[in-house]
């Protein structure tokens, strides 16, 4: 079993940036394919990048593309998302997931989830 835990979220300006961590419990982690997912007040669960279990492979939707980056440490069970350039439609709250199953997108593909971390970006 995997255990994720969100954190780095808060209030930030628009251009700004925030770094969001995700710490996973479990021996198992470096197994695991992992992604971050957001989700804004009355809109549904959106994917907003993916890293494979090794970090070989990443991959972003067309919004975080050019401004977030995502990476991970199997070492220390943490994956992160630099945002860079944020802007009022990233306020959402961002979400943490975990799946064995490769090169996916779909949010009910991840088995794993985290509590979410809120991030707010004023205009």
């Known amino acids: 079993q995997v255990q994720l835990v969100e954190s780095g979220g808060g209030l930030v300006q628009s251009g700004g940036s925030l770094r969001l961590s995700c710490a996973a419990s479990g021996r198992t982690f470096s197994s695991y394919h992992m992604a971050w997912f957001r989700q804004a007040p009355g809109k549904e669960r959106e994917f907003v990048a993916r890293?494979?279990?090794?970090?070989?492979?990443?991959y972003y939707a067309d919004s975080a593309k050019g401004r977030f980056s995502i990476s991970r440490d199997n070492v220390r069970n943490t994956m992160y998302l630099q945002m860079n350039s944020l802007k009022p439609e990233d306020t959402a709250v961002y979400y943490c997931?975990?799946?064995?199953?490769?090169?996916?997108?779909?949010?009910?593909?991840?088995?794993?989830w985290g509590q979410g971390t809120q991030v707010t970006v004023s205009s």
């Open positions: 997931a975990g799946t064995l199953r490769p090169l996916t997108y779909r949010t009910y593909d991840y088995d794993f």
């Open positions: 890293i494979s279990f090794n970090g070989g492979n990443t």
